[in-house]
Protein backbone atom coordinates (compact mmCIF):
# COMPACT_ATOMS: atom_id res chain seq x y z
CA UNK A 1 0.00 0.00 0.00
CA UNK A 2 2.89 2.35 0.97
CA UNK A 3 4.43 1.63 -2.05
CA UNK A 4 1.27 1.94 -4.38
CA UNK A 5 0.90 5.86 -2.91
CA UNK A 6 4.30 6.92 -3.53
CA UNK A 7 4.24 5.82 -7.42
CA UNK A 8 1.07 7.81 -7.44
CA UNK A 9 2.65 10.54 -5.89
CA UNK A 10 5.70 10.24 -7.91
CA UNK A 11 3.19 10.22 -11.38
CA UNK A 12 1.41 13.41 -10.32
CA UNK A 13 4.55 15.20 -9.25
CA UNK A 14 5.94 13.99 -13.33
CA UNK A 15 2.32 15.37 -14.78
CA UNK A 16 2.71 18.51 -12.74
CA UNK A 17 5.96 19.28 -13.73
CA UNK A 18 5.33 18.77 -17.41
CA UNK A 19 2.89 20.66 -17.34
CA UNK A 20 4.63 23.22 -16.14
CA UNK A 21 7.30 23.02 -18.62
CA UNK A 22 5.03 22.95 -21.14
CA UNK A 23 3.46 26.15 -20.36
CA UNK A 24 6.87 27.60 -19.72
CA UNK A 25 8.32 26.32 -23.37
CA UNK A 26 4.26 27.99 -24.79
CA UNK A 27 5.36 31.58 -23.15
CA UNK A 28 8.84 31.61 -24.65
CA UNK A 29 7.41 30.69 -27.66
CA UNK A 30 4.94 33.52 -27.34
CA UNK A 31 7.27 35.88 -26.88
CA UNK A 32 9.55 34.78 -29.52
CA UNK A 33 6.51 35.37 -32.17
CA UNK A 34 5.68 38.91 -30.47
CA UNK A 35 9.21 40.35 -30.68
CA UNK A 36 10.32 43.38 -32.41
CA UNK A 37 13.38 42.86 -34.50
CA UNK A 38 16.13 45.88 -33.86
CA UNK A 39 19.03 46.15 -36.09
CA UNK A 40 21.77 47.86 -35.76
CA UNK A 41 20.85 50.42 -38.54
CA UNK A 42 17.52 51.26 -36.83
CA UNK A 43 19.78 51.81 -33.84
CA UNK A 44 22.67 54.28 -35.55
CA UNK A 45 20.58 57.02 -36.81
CA UNK A 46 19.60 58.10 -33.19
CA UNK A 47 23.28 57.20 -32.03
CA UNK A 48 25.25 60.45 -31.45
CA UNK A 49 28.48 59.01 -29.68
CA UNK A 50 30.68 56.35 -28.35
CA UNK A 51 31.27 55.24 -25.63
CA UNK A 52 35.42 54.25 -24.08
CA UNK A 53 35.59 51.07 -23.23
CA UNK A 54 35.94 52.91 -19.51
CA UNK A 55 32.16 54.04 -19.47
CA UNK A 56 31.01 50.73 -20.81
CA UNK A 57 32.66 49.00 -18.07
CA UNK A 58 30.87 51.35 -15.39
CA UNK A 59 27.87 51.44 -17.51
CA UNK A 60 27.83 47.79 -17.34
CA UNK A 61 28.48 48.02 -13.77
CA UNK A 62 26.08 50.56 -12.21
CA UNK A 63 23.09 49.46 -14.94
CA UNK A 64 23.82 46.27 -15.09
CA UNK A 65 25.03 45.24 -12.20
CA UNK A 66 27.44 43.16 -14.03
CA UNK A 67 31.47 42.70 -14.03
CA UNK A 68 31.75 42.32 -17.84
CA UNK A 69 30.08 44.97 -20.38
CA UNK A 70 27.50 42.03 -21.74
CA UNK A 71 23.65 41.42 -21.37
CA UNK A 72 23.00 38.92 -19.03
CA UNK A 73 21.14 35.82 -20.28
CA UNK A 74 17.59 35.51 -18.12
CA UNK A 75 14.32 33.41 -17.95
CA UNK A 76 11.01 35.41 -19.24
CA UNK A 77 10.25 34.78 -15.11
CA UNK A 78 12.81 36.58 -14.16
CA UNK A 79 12.10 39.35 -16.24
CA UNK A 80 8.95 39.71 -14.86
CA UNK A 81 10.18 40.26 -11.52
CA UNK A 82 12.72 42.45 -12.36
CA UNK A 83 14.06 43.49 -15.37
CA UNK A 84 18.38 42.52 -14.92
CA UNK A 85 18.73 43.93 -18.58
CA UNK A 86 17.88 47.90 -18.15
CA UNK A 87 19.32 49.12 -21.39
CA UNK A 88 17.76 46.59 -23.74
CA UNK A 89 14.38 47.70 -21.96
CA UNK A 90 15.13 51.25 -22.50
CA UNK A 91 16.11 50.69 -25.89
CA UNK A 92 12.83 48.54 -26.97
CA UNK A 93 10.72 50.87 -24.99
CA UNK A 94 12.44 53.78 -26.96
CA UNK A 95 12.13 52.21 -30.08
CA UNK A 96 8.34 50.97 -29.58
CA UNK A 97 7.49 54.42 -29.20
CA UNK A 98 8.62 55.37 -32.22
CA UNK A 99 7.00 52.72 -34.40
CA UNK A 100 3.87 50.81 -31.97
CA UNK A 101 1.52 53.26 -31.46
CA UNK A 102 -0.12 51.70 -28.57
CA UNK A 103 -0.44 53.11 -24.84
CA UNK A 104 2.76 52.21 -22.37
CA UNK A 105 0.10 50.47 -19.98
CA UNK A 106 -1.47 48.55 -22.46
CA UNK A 107 -1.00 44.73 -22.19
CA UNK A 108 0.14 44.25 -25.54
CA UNK A 109 1.98 46.79 -25.52
CA UNK A 110 3.90 45.40 -22.39
CA UNK A 111 4.14 41.70 -23.78
CA UNK A 112 5.45 43.15 -27.05
CA UNK A 113 8.16 45.58 -24.86
CA UNK A 114 9.14 42.90 -22.38
CA UNK A 115 9.57 40.07 -26.03
CA UNK A 116 11.56 42.97 -27.91
CA UNK A 117 13.93 43.58 -24.66
CA UNK A 118 14.85 39.97 -24.24
CA UNK A 119 15.55 39.45 -27.77
CA UNK A 120 17.69 42.55 -28.26
CA UNK A 121 19.42 40.81 -24.91
CA UNK A 122 20.01 37.88 -27.03
CA UNK A 123 21.16 39.19 -30.11
CA UNK A 124 21.94 43.12 -30.09
CA UNK A 125 25.72 44.04 -29.47
CA UNK A 126 25.90 45.67 -26.12
CA UNK A 127 28.23 48.54 -27.46
CA UNK A 128 25.36 49.58 -29.86
CA UNK A 129 22.74 49.61 -27.45
CA UNK A 130 24.53 51.23 -25.00
CA UNK A 131 25.54 54.20 -27.56
CA UNK A 132 21.58 54.72 -28.16
CA UNK A 133 20.61 54.56 -24.98
CA UNK A 134 22.99 57.48 -23.41
CA UNK A 135 22.30 59.27 -26.87
CA UNK A 136 18.80 59.45 -25.92
CA UNK A 137 18.14 59.04 -22.66
CA UNK A 138 17.17 61.89 -20.19
CA UNK A 139 19.58 63.53 -17.57
CA UNK A 140 17.35 65.85 -16.14
CA UNK A 141 17.04 69.92 -16.21
CA UNK A 142 15.57 69.28 -20.02
CA UNK A 143 18.84 67.61 -21.34
CA UNK A 144 18.85 64.33 -23.21
CA UNK A 145 21.81 62.32 -23.79
CA UNK A 146 24.85 62.29 -22.73
CA UNK A 147 27.01 64.96 -24.76
CA UNK A 148 24.93 67.39 -23.73
CA UNK A 149 24.60 66.70 -20.04
CA UNK A 150 28.19 66.33 -19.83
CA UNK A 151 28.75 70.30 -21.09
CA UNK A 152 25.98 71.23 -18.96
CA UNK A 153 26.75 69.95 -15.51
CA UNK A 154 30.51 69.42 -16.15
CA UNK A 155 31.02 72.25 -19.12
CA UNK A 156 33.40 69.47 -21.07
CA UNK A 157 33.48 66.76 -23.87
CA UNK A 158 31.73 63.64 -22.75
CA UNK A 159 35.11 62.27 -24.18
CA UNK A 160 36.83 63.81 -21.64
CA UNK A 161 34.76 63.06 -18.14
CA UNK A 162 36.67 61.24 -15.93
CA UNK A 163 35.96 58.12 -14.12
CA UNK A 164 34.12 59.63 -11.03
CA UNK A 165 31.82 62.31 -13.17
CA UNK A 166 31.11 59.62 -15.48
CA UNK A 167 29.35 57.61 -12.50
CA UNK A 168 27.58 60.92 -11.32
CA UNK A 169 26.10 61.41 -14.63
CA UNK A 170 24.93 56.97 -14.54
CA UNK A 171 23.48 58.24 -11.15
CA UNK A 172 21.73 61.51 -12.83
CA UNK A 173 20.04 58.83 -15.20
CA UNK A 174 19.18 56.61 -13.18
CA UNK A 175 17.36 59.55 -10.83
CA UNK A 176 17.35 63.36 -12.26
CA UNK A 177 15.75 64.34 -9.21
CA UNK A 178 17.44 62.45 -6.48
CA UNK A 179 21.04 62.80 -8.40
CA UNK A 180 20.41 66.74 -9.66
CA UNK A 181 24.24 67.61 -10.04
CA UNK A 182 22.99 71.10 -10.18
CA UNK A 183 21.09 71.10 -6.58
CA UNK A 184 23.48 71.96 -4.17
CA UNK A 185 21.44 70.61 -1.23
CA UNK A 186 21.95 67.31 -3.16
CA UNK A 187 25.91 67.30 -3.55
CA UNK A 188 26.61 65.50 0.06
CA UNK A 189 24.45 62.51 -1.03
CA UNK A 190 25.28 62.41 -4.22
CA UNK A 191 29.22 62.49 -3.24
CA UNK A 192 28.61 59.40 -0.94
CA UNK A 193 27.11 56.98 -3.35
CA UNK A 194 29.58 57.79 -6.59
CA UNK A 195 32.26 57.28 -3.59
CA UNK A 196 30.87 53.96 -3.44
CA UNK A 197 30.12 53.05 -6.76
CA UNK A 198 33.77 53.77 -7.59
CA UNK A 199 35.54 51.95 -4.75
CA UNK A 200 33.18 48.99 -5.34
CA UNK A 201 34.03 49.28 -9.20
CA UNK A 202 37.76 49.56 -8.60
CA UNK A 203 37.68 46.35 -6.36
CA UNK A 204 35.67 44.24 -9.02
CA UNK A 205 38.10 45.61 -11.69
CA UNK A 206 41.15 44.45 -9.72
CA UNK A 207 39.59 41.08 -8.90
Given at each position: ?????????????????????????????????????????D???????????M?????????????E??F??????????Q????????????????????????????????A?????????????????????????N?V????E?????????????????F?????????????N???????????????????E????S??
Open positions: MPSTCIKIIGRGVLCLLSVVVALYLAVELFLHFNAVEISHSLMPQSNLELSQQLDLAGHILQKSKPRSPTLWVQDLVCNNEIASFVAASFLNRTLPLSTRSLKRQVVQLTARRLAGRAAYKDCCNYFFSVAYFGGYGLAASLLYFDKEYTALEQREIILCLTLRNPVLYPLEERRQHHIQQVADTIQQFESSAE
